[in-house]
């Protein structure tokens, strides 16, 4: 097995090898970041590429400061959140929806299969899925998710409320499924 620092090197150097250990090793953990923003798995495997396609052109720029796995997933989140950016598919929701759905988020999705959230997350739409992933498994605030996609904050406060609302239905729904199958 070799050292972040031999692939990272070789990669550099343009040795295929390299660039083959590197992808073996990291493509499994990306494709899970790109399918929590993909709709479809043949999506996913599209943004999995363009990843690798950028990774492999800026591996000269990672600066040995913090991991190199989290540089690497930085570098598909944002390719996730360009795929997306380059479409409309963000609308704002009124007040009264927004606070309607406020609070009624349970959190019953910590007891659902990792298969199964992201399967219920790929139900949302491309503007839901993205700012719901951006902001509650990436971390971003409102503010920065505005800034990277070219929205206001109460657009993103408005684009997650709804996607836990329809998240609320979904989970609702397939445990409602899991109960009633023999």
Known sequence: ????????????????KMQYE???RFSPKMYGVCLRYAGKAEEAEDILQEGFIKVFRKIGSFRSEGSFEGWIRRIFVNTAIEHFRKKTYLQPITEY???????????????LAEKDIIQLVQQL?????????????????????????GISEGTSKSQL??????????????????????
């Open 125 to 149: 739409s491309p503007g839901y899925r993205t700012v719901f992933n951006m902001y509650v498994i990436e971390g971003y605030t409102h503010k920065q998710i505005a800034d990277e996609l």
């Open 161 to 182: 409320s709804r996607a836990k609302i329809i998240l609320q239905d979904l989970v609702r729904k397939h445990i409602e499924t899991r109960r009633q199958a023999p």
């Open 97 to 111: 929806e927004e606070a309607t759905g406020e609070g009624k988020y349970l959190s019953v999705l910590d007891n």
């Open 22 to 24: 590197l992808y073996q």
């Open 1 to 16: 097995m070799y050292s972040d620092a031999d692939l990272i090197e070789g990669c550099i150097r343009g040795d295929r």
